[in-house]
Every structure is written in structure tokens, then in C-alpha cells.
């Protein structure tokens, strides 16, 4: 990411807001390793920032369901690109599926 765009606590809120932290190995019907929700750090001050808010969405999440958090939290490895017919797919297929949903509860200020 680019801190000079957002700074590292406002993309956590987005992260935990834009997708559902709680379905383990899958989002909406897709299912596998490769669609587990994580987070990946680059130094020990991240790593906190991101446990932390983890845990503060659990608290929120609370309010409206018992599922807890599955996401990991673990150091960046080094990062491959998806192949080009990955890249940007609902752009180049409008009518395509993306089973990416938020739990429709909000990060806590």
C-alpha cells in the first residue's frame, strides 16, 4: 500500500468493512486456501495495529453474530502477481461473479 494514499489503520478499517472475516477457507461460494482472509505485515508495528483491530471488529462483530474471526494475521511472504487474466476480472467481465460481501457491520471509532 501506499501511505502517502491512506495511512495503515484506515486500510485495516476498509479491509475488516469489505469482506466477511468469518468464513475460514471460502467467500461466498468460493472456497479453497487461496480465498482465506489475511493480513500479511511488514514490520512488528503492523502486526500489532493488525491484531488489534482484529480484535476490535470481534467485539463489533459480537453485537450481531457469534461467528468468530478467522483471519491470519502472519508476515508478509513474498508476493506473486495473479496471472493477467486475473488482474482487474471484474472490469474486463462486468457480469462476472464476485462473492465478496461485508458482514454489513461497520469498524467501531
Known amino acids: 500500500f501506499d501511505p502517502a494514499a491512506i495511512n495503515y489503520q484506515s486500510l485495516l478499517e476498509a479491509f475488516w ?12 461460494n468460493d472456497a479453497g486456501t487461496q480465498y482465506r482472509s489475511g493480513i500479511y ?7 500489532s495495529m493488525a491484531e488489534d483491530s482484529r480484535d476490535h471488529y470481534q467485539l463489533a462483530l459480537q453485537q450481531v453474530t457469534s461467528a468468530p474471526v478467522t483471519t ?3 508476515p ?5 502477481f495473479a496471472e493477467a487474466y486475473h488482474q482487474q476480472y471484474l472490469a474486463k467481465n462486468p457480469a462476472g461473479y464476485c462473492g465478496l460481501g461485508g458482514t454489513g457491520v461497520c469498524y467501531p471509532s
Open 17 to 28: 468493512e469489505g469482506h466477511n472475516p468469518t468464513q475460514g477457507m471460502r467467500q461466498g
Open 41 to 47: 505485515t511488514f514490520d512488528d508495528q503492523q502486526h
Open 72 to 74: 491470519e494475521i502472519l
Open 76 to 80: 508478509a511472504p513474498t508476493f506473486y
